[in-house]
């Protein structure tokens, strides 16, 4: 494969979300995969597969799917760190960094993943700000969803 065509297909991305509650708390969420479809309307369904990986499936605003089979890579809560790797539609890694902010929690969200989608890659040149801000959305409505799961305790 081409560096131009690795670049075209790769997405990274950062979400940092200043949550009311104690860092141990949005871990505690964070770490528990299988419930994110109770909270974040875009994680459509997590089913796990064993100790340490599991499938998802996501949808945003954009009539499409992605699923991926994600398999944990790093649990320390000491750290606050989640990482995580993942393959299928998207191949590469996600990782969140929850640290004390002000006032309650910063949970930071970054991700480095290339598209292996077909159809999507077919699409890449023309369609990635549309990709980049399918995603935006999600991360939008992912906060304000823990946000909400948060506040109910």
Same mark, same amino acid.
């Given at each position: 494969?081409?560096?131009?065509?690795?670049?075209?297909?790769?997405?990274?991305?950062?979400?940092?979300?200043l949550?009311?509650?104690?860092?141990?708390v949005?871990?505690? !969420?964070?770490?528990?995969?299988?419930?994110?479809?109770?909270?974040?309307?875009? !994680?459509?369904?997590?089913?796990?597969?064993?100790?340490?990986? @599991?499938?998802?499936?996501?949808?945003? &605003?954009?009539?499409?799917?992605?699923?991926?089979?994600?398999?944990?890579?790093?649990?320390?809560?000491?750290?606050? !760190?989640l990482?995580?790797?993942?393959?299928?539609?998207?191949?590469?890694?996600a990782?969140?960094?929850?640290?004390?902010?002000?006032?309650?929690?910063? /949970?930071?969200?970054?991700?480095?993943?290339?598209?292996?989608?077909?159809? &999507?890659?077919?699409?890449?040149?023309?369609?990635?700000?549309?990709?980049?801000?399918?995603?935006?959305?999600?991360?939008? /409505? @992912?906060?304000?969803g823990?946000?909400?799961?948060?506040?109910?305790?």
């Amino acid at each position: 494969m081409s560096d131009w065509s690795h670049r075209l297909h790769r997405y990274r991305f950062r979400s940092v979300w200043l949550l009311d509650a104690p860092p141990a708390v949005v871990y505690a !969420v964070l770490e528990r995969a299988e419930s994110y479809p109770r909270w974040w309307p875009q !994680v459509r369904e997590v089913t796990p597969l064993d100790g340490v990986s @599991g499938t998802a499936r996501f949808r945003s &605003l954009l009539p499409y799917d992605l699923k991926v089979v994600a398999t944990e890579r790093v649990r320390d809560p000491g750290a606050g !760190v989640l990482e995580m790797s993942m393959r299928g539609d998207l191949e590469g890694w996600a990782r969140w960094t929850v640290r004390p902010g002000v006032g309650g929690t910063r /949970a930071v969200f970054d991700q480095d993943v290339e598209v292996r989608r077909p159809l &999507l890659r077919r699409f890449a040149l023309v369609a990635r700000p549309l990709f980049r801000a399918n995603h935006a959305l999600m991360m939008r /409505a @992912g906060r304000r969803g823990l946000a909400a799961w948060l506040a109910r305790g």
